[in-house]
């Protein structure tokens, strides 16, 4: 999908043009959709087609789902891991996404600025926080970016026009991220990375600060400054986004108790469990359940 320019300390995604290409569209399967942490200069739209798992947008830790389409701007972080049961060997589904990616002037530096894009360039201003594409509007583009993967460069571009005018409407956009995250510099995203598959694999037990720190090389305290100054939050309150965000997925999926639920996420006891899930959701996990259809 990428080429990856590595130096010593980081990971910087920088992406390839194809021949008589003015922006980027195909469709990869897992793995090779699953990036590490990173940023890159150019748009991009991502349409899930199959498969689940877990995103991190800016600051924002939640689950995908298979049929979601996500539009993120220019140089903000980002991640997408397929969820363990894709790793099965047993699994015959492998996870894929279909994927445009496109920078500000790709068709001149005056064409976001005409009076045509007035609307997409307020789009791609929201999408600095990342936006989620709901309802009718992401049913046509996913049906649109299918199309896309079948035609020749003019046709790819008219299309990507088409989908520009359905996001230009902005009705049907959520946004991803409380607060707007830029890529620090392209030696910030292997550090965090790290950061970040630790905490993928280890959110449900006890978690070393000084552990996790040690990752980073660097001491507790600088660690967590580093941490907030990239997401906005402490670590310990990401940790337990990432709980609670594991524990709607078993509340809406399966039909093990609250109780089971509560322990398998990692929390010590009942009462916190149904304190922060209430704190985040406005509301508990059983009428989290019920609201869900389990």
Known sequence: MTNLK???????????????????????????????WHFHKEYELVYCEKGFGKKFIGDNFSSYQEGEVAFIGKNVPH??????????????IKPC???????????GGDFF?????????????????????LGGAKEKIKQIMIEMLNLGNVGRLSKLIEIFDILSNGQELQPISVNTISGININDSLKMNKVLEYALLHFKDDISITEVAGISNLSESAFCRYFKSRTQKTFLSFVIEMRLTESCRLLQETN??????????????LSNFNRLFRKQFN????????????
């Open 113 to 133: 600025n005409s009076a045509e894009m007035t609307n997409m360039k307020k789009v791609l201003l929201l999408s600095m926080n990342g936006l989620l594409v």
């Open 6 to 36: 590595i130096s010593k300390h980081a990971v910087f995604q920088k992406l390839p043009l194809a021949t008589g290409s003015s922006f980027i569209i195909g469709r990869y399967e897992s793995p090779n959709f699953e990036t590490p």
């Open 256 to 269: 093990k108790s609250i109780l089971e639920i509560c322990y398998e996420c990692g929390f010590k006891n």
């Open 283 to 294: 509301q508990n996990p059983m009428e989290y359940r019920k609201q869900t259809g389990r």
């Open 79 to 92: 991640l997408f891991k397929a969820d363990d049961c894709f790793y099965q060997d047993d699994n015959p």
């Open 97 to 107: 996404s279909i994927v445009i990616q496109f920078s500000e002037d790709f068709l």
